[in-house]
């Protein structure tokens, strides 16, 4: 309890002397020093109380009494070292992980001083076992220098022991013992059987390679000592890669990272064509969208599920760790493969809680031309962020949405997820694979007019055909589309919002932005 009072007191002292330098410094130059800080804060509180006054503030509170062999007043100088061996040794066990062993002829002793801090807990908590056995030295710096304590309060007995934790931590210690030697084997086993698998992999290729000579010429050779089961690495996302898929120039990635790359392959041309103008569009939503009740859902047995329930009642259930799953739903062609790609984008982000989503209602024809499809993910990424309070703002919702789409067949493009935006004229730029957004200001009413041609579209179709012209035009057709795409639309985006923010009257408005279209057509 003396101690737990102490460790109390400390730990307020250590807070305070932070907060005073962290408003001296500021936080970014008071974070190096908080270690330090708390170092002598420490050192701080043990000089005042138990060496300069005889007793800490925790020996008062339990009315203890600290004395040396023979039941002496300890002098100074011995409570002095039992306190730098109390507060010396964990500064050595943080500088002692923090620093790996360094090559040449002191790494050999730098290991062996490493090995020997990871020791250091084993021992306090052994000796913390044999204080709660035998009742005398709390701590292993009161050992080393012979301080005892005896207690002066008025009822010095009590009724209770503390022998029953000594014998637990005892059987803890055991057992982490036991689990440490068991996972070790373990080890040891698994290096064997990689080892074995390697042997067994060469002498196959070396039997294929002896029936074959065009074997022989295509084989690879396998390095000794190789692990021939790992998954070659995503230079993408640098994670061992899933559907490896091979590009012309060799290179192993994830089918998904370099789908979604080639679907953003146009935006990014102009990071190797610099002549290539920036892009632009003026987007505005519709007055029709999706309606939706979202609630955090919590199960019992602490799955994270989002349940999503359509307008038709129809509906899904998604296990939000079964990434497998996930990506199962997300490549199918159903209407929910939206939702599992947009929960896929934000799962690598962000980890949520469960959510139920009920979309009550949905008037935006769906397969339209209308961003129906993007209108979904916006709904999934903007319910969970308002949800947990992620802190995103329109243009990561835009973001994540984006990404989240890419991971379904749909191919679409920054444009779609305008409808993030709602009814606001929004005035989008995308410099490269970067994407800012202005509002423009609108000043008179205006109504458009939406018509359903019954025609069709292939998404993936229309980006393959621009993809062909980009980064660098191939004839005059290119550079008359690369000229199109560039500065004349980038020319008449300004005219067109130009017109709609000085006009006040409806009717020329109207006129004016038509004119615009129809030139631009």
């Given at each position: 309890r003396a101690f737990q009072k102490d460790e109390q007191c400390r730990g307020h002292l250590r807070k305070l002397l932070c907060e005073a330098l962290e408003e001296l410094l500021g936080h970014r130059r008071a974070a190096p020093l908080q270690a330090a800080a708390s170092f002598c804060s420490d050192g701080a509180y043990a000089l005042a109380t138990a060496v300069l006054s005889g007793r800490s503030l925790g020996e008062e509170y339990?009315?203890?009494?600290?004395?040396?062999?023979?039941?002496?007043?300890?002098?100074?100088?011995?409570?002095l070292v039992a306190a730098a061996l109390f507060l010396?040794?964990?500064?050595?066990?943080?500088?002692?992980?923090?620093?790996?062993?360094?090559?040449?002829?002191?790494?050999?002793?730098?290991?062996?001083?490493?090995?020997?801090?990871?020791?250091?807990?084993?021992?306090?908590?052994?000796h913390l076992a044999v204080f709660y056995l035998l009742g005398s030295f709390r701590h292993i710096s009161d050992r080393c220098a012979g301080l005892k304590v005896l207690?002066?309060?008025?009822?010095?007995?009590?009724?209770?022991?503390?022998?029953?934790?000594?014998v637990l931590l005892l059987a803890q210690m055991l057992g982490q013992a036991v689990a440490a030697m068991l996972e070790r084997r373990r080890s040891r086993l698994a290096v064997k059987e990689e080892a074995a698998a390697a042997s067994v992999a060469a002498a196959i290729?070396?039997?294929?390679?002896?029936?074959?000579?065009?074997?022989a010429?295509?084989?690879?050779?396998?390095?000794?000592?190789?692990?021939?089961?790992?998954?070659?690495?995503?230079?993408?996302?640098?994670?061992?890669?899933?559907?490896?898929?091979?590009?012309?120039?060799?290179?192993?990635?994830?089918?998904?990272?370099?789908?979604?790359?080639?679907?953003?392959?146009?935006?990014?041309?102009?990071?190797?064509?610099?002549?290539?103008?920036?892009?632009?569009?003026?987007?505005v939503g519709t007055d029709q969208g999706l309606y939706a009740r979202a609630r955090?859902?919590?199960?019992?047995?602490?799955?994270?599920?989002?349940?999503?329930?359509?307008?038709?009642?129809?509906?899904?259930?998604?296990?939000?760790?079964?990434?497998?799953?996930?990506?199962?739903?997300?490549?199918?062609?159903?209407?929910?493969?939206?939702?599992?790609?947009?929960?896929?984008?934000?799962?690598?982000?962000?980890?949520?809680?469960?959510?139920?989503?009920?979309?009550?209602?949905s008037d935006l024809p769906i397969r339209k031309g209308l961003s129906s499809s993007a209108s979904i993910c916006v709904l999934v990424v903007r319910a969970l962020n308002q949800l947990y309070d992620l802190k995103l703002t329109v243009h990561g919702e835009m973001d994540i949405a984006y990404r989240g789409e890419i991971n379904t067949p749909s191919r679409c493009g920054r444009l779609d997820q305008c409808v993030a935006f709602g009814q606001a004229v929004t005035k989008m730029i995308f410099d490269a694979d970067l994407l800012s957004t202005e509002p423009v200001r609108v000043g008179a009413p205006i109504y458009l007019v939406v018509v359903?041609?019954?025609?069709?579209?292939?998404?993936?179709?229309?980006?393959?055909?621009?993809?062909?012209?980009?980064?660098?035009?191939?004839?005059?057709?290119?550079?008359?589309?690369?000229?199109?795409?560039?500065?004349?639309?980038?020319?008449?985006?300004?005219?067109?919002?130009?017109?709609?923010?000085?006009?006040?009257?409806?009717?020329?408005?109207?006129?004016?932005?038509g004119a615009a279209m129809t030139k631009a057509q």
């Amino acid at each position: 309890r003396a101690f737990q009072k102490d460790e109390q007191c400390r730990g307020h002292l250590r807070k305070l002397l932070c907060e005073a330098l962290e408003e001296l410094l500021g936080h970014r130059r008071a974070a190096p020093l908080q270690a330090a800080a708390s170092f002598c804060s420490d050192g701080a509180y043990a000089l005042a109380t138990a060496v300069l006054s005889g007793r800490s503030l925790g020996e008062e509170y339990c009315e203890l009494l600290v004395v040396s062999p023979g039941l002496h007043r300890p002098s100074q100088r011995r409570r002095l070292v039992a306190a730098a061996l109390f507060l010396v040794p964990p500064l050595l066990i943080a500088r002692g992980q923090s620093e790996d062993a360094a090559p040449g002829r002191l790494g050999w002793l730098r290991s062996a001083w490493s090995a020997s801090l990871q020791a250091v807990p084993i021992v306090l908590r052994l000796h913390l076992a044999v204080f709660y056995l035998l009742g005398s030295f709390r701590h292993i710096s009161d050992r080393c220098a012979g301080l005892k304590v005896l207690s002066v309060s008025e009822r010095p007995y009590r009724s209770f022991s503390y022998r029953p934790l000594g014998v637990l931590l005892l059987a803890q210690m055991l057992g982490q013992a036991v689990a440490a030697m068991l996972e070790r084997r373990r080890s040891r086993l698994a290096v064997k059987e990689e080892a074995a698998a390697a042997s067994v992999a060469a002498a196959i290729v070396a039997m294929a390679s002896s029936d074959s000579d065009e074997t022989a010429n295509s084989a690879l050779p396998i390095s000794k000592g190789m692990d021939t089961t790992r998954q070659p690495l995503c230079h993408i996302c640098m994670c061992p890669a899933e559907c490896a898929t091979a590009t012309p120039c060799g290179h192993v990635f994830c089918w998904e990272c370099i789908a979604s790359w080639a679907a953003i392959k146009v935006a990014a041309a102009a990071r190797f064509n610099a002549e290539i103008a920036e892009g632009c569009a003026l987007v505005v939503g519709t007055d029709q969208g999706l309606y939706a009740r979202a609630r955090k859902l919590d199960t019992q047995d602490g799955l994270r599920l989002l349940r999503f329930k359509g307008p038709d009642g129809t509906g899904c259930e998604l296990d939000l760790d079964d990434v497998a799953n996930l990506r199962e739903v997300a490549k199918s062609s159903s209407y929910f493969a939206y939702i599992a790609g947009s929960l896929l984008e934000l799962g690598k982000h962000f980890r949520v809680g469960g959510a139920e989503i009920e979309n009550y209602l949905s008037d935006l024809p769906i397969r339209k031309g209308l961003s129906s499809s993007a209108s979904i993910c916006v709904l999934v990424v903007r319910a969970l962020n308002q949800l947990y309070d992620l802190k995103l703002t329109v243009h990561g919702e835009m973001d994540i949405a984006y990404r989240g789409e890419i991971n379904t067949p749909s191919r679409c493009g920054r444009l779609d997820q305008c409808v993030a935006f709602g009814q606001a004229v929004t005035k989008m730029i995308f410099d490269a694979d970067l994407l800012s957004t202005e509002p423009v200001r609108v000043g008179a009413p205006i109504y458009l007019v939406v018509v359903d041609l019954c025609a069709q579209k292939s998404t993936m179709e229309i980006l393959k055909g621009l993809q062909k012209a980009y980064p660098y035009p191939r004839d005059d057709v290119d550079k008359a589309l690369h000229s199109l795409l560039g500065e004349v639309n980038l020319k008449v985006c300004e005219e067109v919002a130009e017109v709609m923010s000085r006009e006040r009257d409806p009717i020329k408005a109207a006129e004016a932005l038509g004119a615009a279209m129809t030139k631009a057509q």
